[in-house]
């Protein structure tokens, strides 16, 4: 599972910077991302760790887990604009074929809690994720047929990512940290530097 959502995670240069308005989480153009319900994924996300055997994972907790959230959302949301972009059709069926796919190759619907657990991926948030792999797969095959080499496809869908992150205008709340061009990802603001300090409750 996280194979596969390091896919989902190739975007590097998405610019974000403070948002406005007291609820939102962040924003990618006209579409915002609230603060109800990033908590929403992450309150899911830590209810469904008691309900597995996560003692020997690895997990994001506090503010980690926030920042990680919120890059998520990001990413699944400039994911669909990229579909709409090229004109690119997902329907209910490609997304439970690939469900069906996913739920496979992780040994089975009964294993699938402890891997979306290990993933990081509340449950509620699936299908959009699905959805997401299956847009990335769509890029990537129309990557292909145009003459792009296999080794670079994932790069280019990384490309296509950014610019479509910095046509749009992307944002975020500065609570939850501030954009790292060099690694691509919702960092903890940088006291020294020029990011404004995260708030705390």
Not at 7 to 31: K, P, Y
Not at 149 to 158: H, I, L, M, P, R
Request: glycine share 6%; with cysteine; proline share 1%.
């Amino acid at each position: 599972m996280k194979k596969i959502l390091a896919v989902l995670t190739i975007a590097s240069s998405l610019f974000l910077t403070g948002c406005s308005q007291t609820n939102e989480a962040a924003s990618i153009g006209d579409f915002k991302i609230t603060q109800t319900e990033l908590q929403s994924s992450i309150d899911a996300v830590i209810s469904e760790r008691s309900k597995v055997d996560a003692s020997q994972m690895q997990l994001e907790t506090g503010d980690a887990l926030n920042r990680g959230q919120l890059r998520f959302k990001i990413l699944m949301h400039t994911f669909d604009e990229i579909a709409k972009e090229l004109k690119l059709e997902v329907t209910s069926s490609d997304i439970e074929a690939k469900k069906a796919t996913i739920i496979e190759s992780v040994g089975g619907k009964t294993e699938l809690p402890k891997n979306l657990v290990n993933a990081a991926i509340a449950q509620q948030d699936f299908d959009t994720y699905v959805r997401a792999i299956v847009i990335s797969e769509q890029v990537s095959s129309a990557l292909a047929a145009s003459g792009v080499a296999e080794a670079d496809v994932s790069n280019k869908v990384g490309q296509l990512l950014s610019a479509k992150a910095k046509e749009l205008g992307v944002k975020v709340n500065p609570r939850y940290g501030v954009w790292d061009n060099e690694v691509g990802d919702v960092v903890a603001a940088n006291v020294t530097g020029d990011a404004v300090k995260p708030s705390t409750k």
